[in-house]
């Protein structure tokens, strides 16, 4: 048992077990930082309040003196040692009687090997004589936080001590790794970057803990004091910066406020700029700022999660409760550090528990916010293949293959896209139309404009039915009807469309042509391959735009190929998957359309390619003589 007669005063029996015995010593602090022993002798110390005291950042010393009195018939080999790793300086005087003092000194500026005893944290051994009374002055000074937990074991619980911490350490370590690969694997298989800023911030942290508690000292850099000290800096303003990072990804902090973000990157600014010029300020000041700047952490970070809250997000709500953790932690530390509960060999670890169960909980808030994206992203997958499927359904090719053979290839580069085609006979089954259009955009919007596009398309030709327009005056009726409806989406969505439409008079074979800001198509007849250009703007974007017709005879054996911009600018690294030359070679050597696609498409394995841009192809073919042509012919 360890008992006090009075302020400075301790006696230790056969019983004794140790504890902290910060409020057993009385203290005296020197401002100059240059008071000798003797000169400590003759002054006047104080009480101490505190079971650890707590000085912050001094640029004094300070003096702990205490009488340890040793009432058992055995001497007492004891430990005092200083529960925090990064005091700079500790030297402990010790004198039994009228002998003469004895001095031991530690501290991180101390390599541990040259250390009285080699610890991560300041260890000294003090032997107490049979029946004996041994005075100590204690002379702490460091540039860093003087919290001073000050702890007096005997060896063997010392020894103890340290076997329990190794394995404690050891779990805390094992299980903040395991967390931190938890986070890389969530994040190999979404690539969504909250969980690898999750990974890393669990990394950061446990390293922010292996470094301050001396394990890195120890193992890393034994011998290196601007490593010792200046990494205290990076490792608190990393373990900020990135903890502030993954609080607003996990978050979604930039979609819900724009001022929280702003201020939120100001201040991870403010901790990098912080962090980086350790080469450049003094150590104390900026430490003592690194301090001010951890005060202002949990701040942010609050506002963060009640923003999220308040946004109705469950995972702001799971995120709140994990800081509850590490919250908790702090309150039970500086408790112990105040004498207010009883300290004991776990009360170093209060804060490493507190971060370990936020870590925990931090974990089950990517779980749910996994679980939530997963369902968000299977909603979302069930309404684009609905988009897809409604877009192809309207995509037809009804046209008599008998005299026209057709064939296409189409590929959105995601489940549904904005390119289309549409194959249809008008009512009076006089003309044959091919239309080919390409809606600005990608994915669900692109292919519901699309979609409305060809409704709009069947819609205007199905108006034909009652007129009696000529082939060149029906395509112009057709294009302006689709533009018109084009148009009121454009000035809602800003989408527009380039199309390319061939209307074939199936009795002739008379042939016209309007292109809206589309690709030329390539028309092969004779051997003889030529581009079909035409003027007129894009779809969509003014109402009463005007297309120029082009007008030319199709005949048994000619070929047509119309095609959307992804054909030709969609990339391997710097390189076209095609360039038009090759199309114009390949409809130039081919004997069939299906040829023709497969030397262009099949061969070119467009299907198997990543892609940026959405790809159509269309392939036609006159395979007999129409029928004015065989009455000519007649």
Request: charged fraction near 15%.
């Amino acid at each position: 048992m360890l008992s006090s007669n009075g302020w400075g005063a301790i006696a230790i029996d056969d019983s004794f077990g140790g504890g902290l015995i910060g409020n057993k010593l009385e203290v005296l602090e020197d401002p100059s930082a240059n008071l000798t022993l003797a000169e400590v002798v003759e002054r006047d110390f104080s009480a101490v309040s505190f079971a650890a005291p707590v000085y912050g950042y001094s640029e004094s010393a300070f003096w702990f003196k205490g009488l340890l009195i040793n009432d058992s018939s055995e001497p007492k080999n004891l430990v005092l040692n200083i529960g925090t790793a990064w005091i700079d300086h500790i030297t402990l005087y010790s004198r039994s009687g009228e002998q003469a003092w004895h001095s031991q000194t530690t501290g991180i500026y101390y390599p541990i090997a040259k250390r009285p005893i080699p610890e991560s944290q300041p260890a000294l051994a003090l032997t107490l004589p049979a029946t004996s009374q041994t005075d100590i002055y204690l002379r702490i000074a460091s540039s860093d936080a003087l919290i001073l937990p000050i702890y007096l074991r005997t060896e063997a619980q010392f020894q103890s001590y340290l076997r329990f911490k190794e394995h404690l350490y050891g779990a805390f370590s094992g299980l903040m790794i395991l967390a931190a690969v938890y986070g890389l694997i969530f994040f190999s298989f979404t690539l969504n970057k909250a969980y690898l800023a999750y990974a890393i911030n669990v990394f950061v942290w446990f390293f922010m803990f292996f470094h301050l508690d001396g394990y890195a000292t120890e193992i890393f850099w034994k011998d290196n004091l601007w490593l010792n000290k200046y990494l205290n800096v990076l490792v608190v303003c990393f373990a900020m910066f990135f903890g502030t990072q993954f609080a607003i990804l996990i978050l979604e902090t930039q979609q819900r406020s724009r001022l929280v973000y702003r201020i939120s990157i100001g201040w991870m600014v403010m901790v990098a700029i912080t962090g980086f010029t350790c080469t450049l300020a003094p150590y104390a000041p900026l430490m003592e700022f690194t301090a001010a700047l951890g005060l202002a952490f949990p701040v942010v970070i609050l506002i963060n999660g009640i923003v999220a809250v308040k946004a109705g997000s469950m995972v702001g709500k799971f995120f709140l409760v994990s800081w509850g953790s590490p919250a908790i932690s702090i309150v039970l530390f500086n408790s112990s550090l105040l004498g207010l509960i009883p300290s004991n060999e776990l009360t170093q670890f209060y804060l490493h528990i507190g971060v370990f169960g936020e870590v925990i909980l931090l974990s089950l808030t990517l779980a749910y916010h996994l679980r939530t994206a997963t369902k968000e992203a299977s909603n979302a997958k069930v309404i684009m293949e609905t988009t897809a499927i409604v877009h192809t359904s309207l995509m037809k090719e009804a046209i008599p293959q008998d005299q026209i053979e057709l064939h296409f290839r189409h590929k959105p580069c995601e489940i549904s896209g904005g390119d289309l085609y549409n194959c249809l006979i008008d009512p009076r089954g006089k003309f044959i139309y091919i239309v080919i259009a390409d809606v600005s955009g990608h994915g669900i919007p692109a292919s519901i404009i699309a979609s409305a596009f060809l409704g709009a398309l069947d819609s205007a030709i199905d108006q034909l039915r009652s007129s009696d327009l000529s082939l060149e005056d029906s395509c112009q009726s057709v294009t302006k009807t689709v533009n018109r409806v084009m148009s009121r989406y454009y000035q809602q969505t800003n989408h527009f469309a380039s199309m390319a439409m061939v209307g074939i008079d199936s009795l002739s074979g008379s042939t016209c042509y309007i292109n809206a800001g589309h690709r030329a198509l390539i028309h092969k007849s004779h051997s003889k391959c030529q581009p079909l250009l035409g003027r007129g703007s894009v779809m969509g974007m003014f109402e009463d735009s005007q297309w120029q017709s082009r007008t030319l005879q199709l005949q048994a054996g000619d070929m047509l190929l119309l095609f959307t911009d992804g054909l030709l600018e969609n990339q391997i690294g710097d390189k076209a998957f095609l360039k038009e030359r090759d199309l114009f070679r390949a409809i130039k050597n081919a004997h069939t359309v299906e040829s023709l696609l497969n030397e262009v498409w099949d061969q070119h394995r467009l299907d198997k390619l990543p892609m940026e841009d959405d790809m159509t192809l269309i392939a036609v073919e006159v395979v007999k003589p129409f029928d004015r042509q065989l009455t000519q012919i007649g």
